[in-house]
Nanobody, 123 residues
Framework: QVQLVESGGGTVQAGGSLRLSCAAS????????MGWFRQGPGKEREFVAV????????YYADSVKGRFTIFRDNAENTVALQMNSLKSEDTAVYSC????????????????WGQGTQVTVSS
C-alpha cells in the first residue's frame, strides 16, 4: 500500500519561511518523479514544483521560482519543499505526488497523492 504523508504545514507571517516534507512508503521511490501541488481556497489545484527521480530535472511554477526549492532524498524516501519569502497568495493545502514521468507529473498526471498539509500565510 502506497502512502505519501506530508508534514510541516502551519501558519506563518508574510515574508517568512516553511519547510514541508513528504515521506513515501510502499513504492520504489527511485522510480518516481516527485512533486508538490497546492489548492488555495476557491481555486483549482495547481502545480508548484517537480523533481525527476534522479534529481536531474526540476520544474517550478512561475509564481514560486526563486522562492521555493524542491529537494529529494532517495535514501530516506522523502521529498521536501523549502518555501521562503512567503506571500498571502501562497495560502493553500499543499500535497505531494508521485508519478513515473516528471513532465507528465508537472502536468498533473500522478500515480499517487498525499492527503495534504495546510499552509496559511498571514499578512
Amino acid at each position: 500500500q502506497v502512502q505519501l504523508v506530508e508534514s510541516g504545514g502551519g501558519t506563518v507571517q508574510a515574508g517568512g519561511s516553511l519547510r514541508l516534507s513528504c515521506a513515501a512508503s510502499g513504492l520504489n521511490f527511485r522510480q518516481y518523479a516527485m512533486g508538490w501541488f497546492r489548492q488555495g481556497p476557491g481555486k483549482e489545484r495547481e502545480f508548484v514544483a517537480v523533481m525527476s527521480w534522479a534529481g536531474s530535472v526540476t520544474y517550478y511554477a512561475d509564481s514560486v521560482k526563486g522562492r521555493f526549492t524542491i529537494f529529494r532524498d532517495n535514501a530516506e524516501n522523502t521529498v521536501a519543499l523549502q518555501m521562503n519569502s512567503l506571500k498571502s497568495e501562497d495560502t493553500a493545502v499543499y500535497s505531494c505526488a508521485a508519478g513515473l514521468d516528471a513532465t507528465r507529473l508537472r502536468d498533473g498526471t500522478a500515480g499517487y497523492w498525499g492527503q495534504g498539509t495546510q499552509v496559511t500565510v498571514s499578512s
